[in-house]
């Protein structure tokens, strides 16, 4: 400690307190300076930048938009569990499954928490109606090294954890900074989102006042106009051109007067630019979209090889992270031993060609057959078609590295008494029960 500390401190009595910011991230205040933009930066004012709006928008309808499905793991494989809580289709009468995780998706997206409220309970004390809180009601507070959680100003709430399995509270967040509360994308980037508020309301100022150019009315140094005098021209002025449906009509000035345009052209002030690169800051360092998802055509060979090389990486390195995280946290409310995981195939499915050739290689490798193919297009089984074909020229070696003797050729293959091949001549697969 210094010698001002300690004077300041000690003989003048005066306090002096180092901010933590740690412990402002776990009390949801803020920790940063004011908007410099001069406008107010908030969850409900972001969701009107369209870029905000149509990324939250894709990750979270991604999101809800994947079957979940409930799965116990027996050995290294993971079987359907036949008994699938209520909640995974149906999480409280008024939603569906859609609509609670898109929710939950937008509450992570916007403020950086989810907060799962659980009402009700099975026979065996397993969570069977969940609810979605507004993470804007609920503050977090840890008395005597417990986590509770005040709702709507006086409601304590219990943590739902693996050491409170009895808990109100399913709290999921996003990166915390090591404090109780996750910390809010919108409220990281208020600084990036102010100038974008900022200038689409220049944007809009300017052409809803319909004049391609502002600048001065010059008065001929003979006239000698009063402070009335002259806002009644500039009122004259404003009706005559101002706003959209009056745009670009002729000036007719009188008395020797003139008009001299000083306005800089949007173009020089680089406002379609500066929006542009706004649009492409949130989308793709805030949120992890590809620019071509929000608009931004001219940005597609920026990724990869092209478009479909960029959306897989969206999925890769965005989606993946909120994948986990969603699943994780709902498998806490299964039994022991089951977890709950979200198909992801359908998402990251290959063009036509490439997911015929898979296809066509996992069923002449016998690691599908015809029903597993017909399923996946929605075709009924068909007769027969639960048999899989591994081809004959494949062997399995013995222990010491040698292939072991002839292998019996099926009955459906013995020669028939006329020489052929009992109808399967020229075949080199063989169908195995």
């Given at each position: 400690m210094s010698f001002a500390d300690w004077w300041f401190g000690k003989v003048l009595g005066v306090e002096r307190h180092a901010i933590d910011k740690m412990k402002l991230w776990g009390t949801g205040q803020d920790i940063g300076d004011p908007v410099f933009a001069g406008v107010d930066v908030s969850q409900s004012s972001a969701l009107r930048l369209s870029v905000v709006y149509r990324c939250i928008g894709i990750i979270s309808e991604t999101l809800a938009g994947l079957p979940a499905d409930i799965v116990r793991k027996v050995g290294e494989v993971r079987e359907s569990v036949e008994r699938q809580p209520a909640w995974v289709s149906q999480p409280n009468p008024e939603t569906n499954w859609y609509e609670y995780a898109e929710r939950v998706g937008e509450s992570l997206l916007m403020d950086g928490n989810a907060f799962i409220l659980i009402t009700s309970r099975d026979a065996l004390g397993f969570p069977r109606e969940l609810w979605t809180l507004n993470p804007q009601d609920v503050v977090v507070e840890k008395k005597r090294g417990v986590i509770q959680f005040v709702w709507g100003g006086d409601t304590v709430l219990s943590r739902f954890g693996p050491d409170n399995a009895?808990?109100?509270?399913?709290?999921?967040k996003l990166r915390s900074g090591g404090g109780l509360r996750g910390l809010s994308p919108i409220g990281l980037a208020r600084q990036a989102l102010g100038l974008s508020m900022v200038t689409e309301k220049f944007g809009a100022e300017f052409f809803g006042r319909g004049q391609q150019m502002s600048g001065v009315i010059e008065m001929p140094a003979e006239v000698k106009s009063s402070k009335e005098h002259i806002e009644l021209i500039r009122a004259s002025w404003e009706q005559a051109h101002s706003g959209s449906d009056r745009a670009h009509r002729p000036a007719v000035i009188t008395g020797g007067a003139k008009w001299q345009g000083i306005t800089i052209p949007p173009e020089d002030a680089q406002f379609l630019e500066t929006r542009k690169f706004q649009v492409e800051d949130i989308a793709t360092r805030f949120y992890g979209v590809p620019a071509h998802m929000v608009g931004l055509e001219e940005k597609n060979t920026s990724w990869g090889s092209g478009i479909e090389a960029m959306t897989r990486g969206f999925f890769q390195t965005t989606m993946l992270p909120h994948f986990i995280r969603f699943e994780t946290a709902h498998s806490g409310l299964l039994p022991r031993g089951q977890f709950l995981r979200l198909n992801q195939r359908a998402l990251l499915r290959a063009d036509s060609k490439t997911e015929s050739d898979i296809l066509l290689a996992n069923l002449l490798n016998g690691v599908l057959n015809f029903d597993d193919v017909r399923a996946k297009y929605d075709i009924e089984p068909r007769p027969g078609g639960n048999r899989y074909?591994?081809?004959l020229n494949m062997q399995i070696l013995e222990a010491n590295g040698k292939p072991p003797g002839p292998?019996?050729?099926?009955?459906?293959?013995?020669?028939?008494?006329?020489?052929?091949s009992n109808g399967q001549g020229g075949t080199d697969e063989a169908v195995v029960d």
């Amino acid at each position: 400690m210094s010698f001002a500390d300690w004077w300041f401190g000690k003989v003048l009595g005066v306090e002096r307190h180092a901010i933590d910011k740690m412990k402002l991230w776990g009390t949801g205040q803020d920790i940063g300076d004011p908007v410099f933009a001069g406008v107010d930066v908030s969850q409900s004012s972001a969701l009107r930048l369209s870029v905000v709006y149509r990324c939250i928008g894709i990750i979270s309808e991604t999101l809800a938009g994947l079957p979940a499905d409930i799965v116990r793991k027996v050995g290294e494989v993971r079987e359907s569990v036949e008994r699938q809580p209520a909640w995974v289709s149906q999480p409280n009468p008024e939603t569906n499954w859609y609509e609670y995780a898109e929710r939950v998706g937008e509450s992570l997206l916007m403020d950086g928490n989810a907060f799962i409220l659980i009402t009700s309970r099975d026979a065996l004390g397993f969570p069977r109606e969940l609810w979605t809180l507004n993470p804007q009601d609920v503050v977090v507070e840890k008395k005597r090294g417990v986590i509770q959680f005040v709702w709507g100003g006086d409601t304590v709430l219990s943590r739902f954890g693996p050491d409170n399995a009895a808990g109100d509270v399913l709290h999921i967040k996003l990166r915390s900074g090591g404090g109780l509360r996750g910390l809010s994308p919108i409220g990281l980037a208020r600084q990036a989102l102010g100038l974008s508020m900022v200038t689409e309301k220049f944007g809009a100022e300017f052409f809803g006042r319909g004049q391609q150019m502002s600048g001065v009315i010059e008065m001929p140094a003979e006239v000698k106009s009063s402070k009335e005098h002259i806002e009644l021209i500039r009122a004259s002025w404003e009706q005559a051109h101002s706003g959209s449906d009056r745009a670009h009509r002729p000036a007719v000035i009188t008395g020797g007067a003139k008009w001299q345009g000083i306005t800089i052209p949007p173009e020089d002030a680089q406002f379609l630019e500066t929006r542009k690169f706004q649009v492409e800051d949130i989308a793709t360092r805030f949120y992890g979209v590809p620019a071509h998802m929000v608009g931004l055509e001219e940005k597609n060979t920026s990724w990869g090889s092209g478009i479909e090389a960029m959306t897989r990486g969206f999925f890769q390195t965005t989606m993946l992270p909120h994948f986990i995280r969603f699943e994780t946290a709902h498998s806490g409310l299964l039994p022991r031993g089951q977890f709950l995981r979200l198909n992801q195939r359908a998402l990251l499915r290959a063009d036509s060609k490439t997911e015929s050739d898979i296809l066509l290689a996992n069923l002449l490798n016998g690691v599908l057959n015809f029903d597993d193919v017909r399923a996946k297009y929605d075709i009924e089984p068909r007769p027969g078609g639960n048999r899989y074909m591994v081809p004959l020229n494949m062997q399995i070696l013995e222990a010491n590295g040698k292939p072991p003797g002839p292998a019996p050729v099926p009955e459906q293959l013995q020669p028939s008494p006329n020489g052929s091949s009992n109808g399967q001549g020229g075949t080199d697969e063989a169908v195995v029960d």
